[in-house]
Nanobody, 119 residues
């Protein structure tokens, strides 16, 4: 079965950077578009960034545009989220989501990785 494992979270000062990784196993990585979401305590889950199967198309939430970059390496079955100029309001659990190309109802979530930005 498909499994997603995120890593790279941690504690960083405001203005710092982190790179999150999400490794997919159990299926061809290139069959899935990838996205990152985040959930802060007491708040609803929030879309962060999306990347198409080939990497040609990306999309970002307004709150992270210009600061975050999503990418993928299909040879390594890995999606990345490079986060720069981090702000305390970026503090959240970051989760990756893989959506199968022929069915938006066929998707999988990782377990999440905690990002904490101190002021």
């Amino acid at each position: 079965q498909v499994q997603l494992v995120e890593s790279g979270g941690g504690l960083v000062q405001a203005g710092g950077s982190l790179r999150l990784s999400c490794v997919l196993s159990g299926a061809p990585f290139s069959d899935y578009s990838m996205a990152w979401y985040r959930q802060a305590p007491g708040k609803a889950s929030e879309f962060v960034a999306y990347i198409s199967r080939t990497g040609e198309s990306t999309n970002y939430a307004e709150s992270v545009k210009g600061r975050f970059t999503i990418s993928r390496d299909n040879a390594k079955n890995t999606a990345y989220l490079q986060m720069s100029s981090l702000k305390p309001e970026d503090t959240a659990i970051y989760l990756c989501k893989a959506t199968y190309y022929s069915s938006i109802n066929n998707y999988h979530w990782g377990q999440g990785t905690q990002v904490t930005v101190s002021s």
